[in-house]
């Protein structure tokens, strides 16, 4: 029996029959372990005396147990959602989460980032689309020795440090249960512009109409901001389109809702005139009527995993590998805003 205090990680893994990892993850209370694995690795440390090294941990996180969320997103729903991630990931752990909205118009967004690192010392961040798309405030996070996950709807870097869902497919397979329920004339409420979500979606999209042999005129593309007042405005445009579009895709839930308001200020009933597909699968596809059709984004299981990615290290003896998935796939969820087309 080893006295206090002179005991090793390797010890313990060693004895533990365990990896390094494993027994970093009992001593952080990562939720990632089995009760079984973590209550032998419990009782190894007991017997030992293991301490972990405060001064090597300490150097780890930068004398600080802060998990950074930076976001320019106008979608309050998404951000709440990956807020839930992160905290799931850090419950039971020493972190905190701390939230910094940025805008990515001011010419002095990296120089503010920059300071806001160094100022607070974070131990990582999380960047979520539009500003995870941007490369160099990737080199700034390196620079100012903080790791980071990009959040994005396509793969915007390494395994390690990025989460990614599969946006354009998922579109694609929305616009096909469209146009397998006899529709097309179809038209799409795409995100705004800066962001690669809009791009991966529009492509998904225009992807499916293509294959079915479906051309879309430009006047039924309309551009939105992913908020629920431009979902009216894209939607009266589309409705005044003659003939009007019978289906419309919408890249995000709020929009889609926008939609479903300006197609009952013309007296038009969904699905009966209208059916409305959305995407993100939030609160308001099924608080709205009829519930909406959808695709389902693992927004939080993304942002969980994300998060734990950060936490990979944390601490004496364990390394970097990373365990967690990087690509997360999204599905449609099928409800009532879609039916056949009238004639």
Known sequence: MKSEGKSTINDVARIA????????????????????TRARVEKVIGELGYVPNPQARALALRRNFLIGLIHDNPNAQMVLGVQQ????????TDFALVVRPVDRGSPTMLDDIRGFLERQRLFGVMLLPPISENDALARVCREAGARYVRMGSAKLDDDDHAVASNDREAVAAATRHLI???HR???LVQGPHGF????????????????????VPRSLIVEGTYRFESGVAAGDRLLD???RPTA????????????????RQRGLSVPEDLSIVGFDDTATATHMWPPLTTVRWPIIPMARAA????????????????EEPSLFLSTLIRRASVAAPRE
């Open 17 to 36: 029959g365990v990896s390094k990892k494993t027994v970093s993850r009992v001593i952080n209370r990562s939720p990632l372990l089995n009760d079984e």
């Open 85 to 92: 991630g992160i905290l799931e990931a850090i419950r039971d």
């Open 180 to 182: 397998e329920a006899g």
């Open 185 to 187: 004339r179809i038209g």
């Open 196 to 215: 690669r979500s809009a791009v991966e979606r529009r492509a998904g999209f225009e992807m499916a109409m293509e294959e079915a042999g479906l051309k």
């Open 241 to 243: 389109a003659s003939p």
């Open 248 to 263: 419309i895709v919408s890249s995000n839930d709020e929009m889609a809702a926008g939609v479903v308001q300006a197609a």
């Open 307 to 322: 998060a734990s990615k950060l936490l990979a290290g944390t601490i004496e003896g364990e390394d970097d590998e990373v």
